[in-house]
């Protein structure tokens, strides 16, 4: 009675088979194949966008378009305000006096630019060791003991771009836990993190570091050649973003496309087996509000 109770239900196993490797088009209007015989006769490979199979150019084309619209109509999220102002805490902990962190922020009134902290380096009032360990406290992060170049192998995971733009470093990759480590040189942008975790399907972990030290990595980083990274823009055209991106998911024979927006970039990362094609397309704004989401002066 088993083996003729099993054998009743091959069809059905088998057909719960082929639905998961087989799925169907995530695209609700899709007018192809529904049936699971029809599949058979006319299944064709398709492309998974942020993990959702679609099963024709012109499904995965209008996906697209709609994630393109929605993420182009986020604002930028602002960062906080920090906790405490930088010049208070290295005042509580003994690195700086009172008159030392206001004739800091004069110069820096008068000068119109730079942040408290390299005005403290300036002035020769406090070392970027202890302006960094006072950022690792403002945070809540710990201080990278270094940034060795064997540890940011990664660096390829994330665009160049978006880290200039955060001055930002991948410091070391995880495979038994997934997790990213992350080393900052300003500010930590939490709102940044989860958008790379999305997209690169994974756990970030931020710490912070030099800011000398993390300019000066992204600088040799930058003579290096990246041939899997295309960066666009300014573009404000969401049309022009998804036919250029379209293009080239189907010119490469991309198996598998994730985006997000992070700041004001938008970043398209194609799987094509086990190689990966990074697409940044840098979004026209204001200038003024590049300044305010991207490096709002420390206190």
């Not at 270094?146 to 070391?172: K, N």
């Amino acid at each position: 009675m088993r083996e003729l109770f099993k054998t009743l239900m091959w069809p059905n196993l088998w057909a719960k088979r082929w639905e998961e490797t087989h799925p169907r088009c995530g695209l609700m209007s899709c007018s192809g194949p529904r049936s699971l015989w029809r599949h058979i006769w006319r299944y064709q490979r398709g492309i998974r966008l942020q993990g959702v199979f679609y099963c024709r150019p012109q499904c995965l084309e209008t996906a697209l378009l709609a994630q393109l619209a929605r993420i182009q109509a986020l604002a930028p999220v602002l960062l906080p305000p920090n906790r405490m102002p930088l010049g208070l805490l290295m005042v509580v902990r003994g690195w700086l006096t009172y008159e030392q962190v206001v004739a800091a922020l004069a110069a820096q009134q008068s000068a119109r630019s730079g942040r408290i902290g390299d005005w403290f380096e300036k002035l020769g009032f406090a070392t970027e060791q202890q302006v960094t360990s006072a950022l690792g406290l403002q945070w809540g992060c710990p201080v990278a003991s270094s940034l060795d170049s064997d540890a940011t192998r990664p660096v390829d995971r994330i665009p160049l771009g978006i880290l200039e733009a955060l001055q930002m470093l991948p410091l070391h990759f995880v495979p038994a836990t997934k997790t990213l480590y992350i080393a900052f040189g300003e500010r930590v942008d939490y709102a940044a993190l989860y958008a790379i975790e999305q997209i690169l399907d994974c756990r970030t972990q931020p710490c912070v570091a030099g800011r000398k030290s993390v300019a000066a990595e992204l600088n040799r980083m930058r003579q290096q050649p990246r041939p899997r990274e295309v960066e666009f823009g300014p573009m404000h055209d969401c049309a022009e973003i998804g036919r250029i991106s379209a293009s080239y998911i189907f010119r490469l024979g991309t198996d598998d496309a994730r985006l997000g927006r992070v700041g004001h970039f938008i970043w398209l990362r194609l799987r094509v087996r086990a190689t990966y094609t990074n697409l940044l397309f840098r979004l026209w704004v204001e200038p003024q509000s590049v300044q305010n989401v991207l490096s709002p002066p420390l206190p």
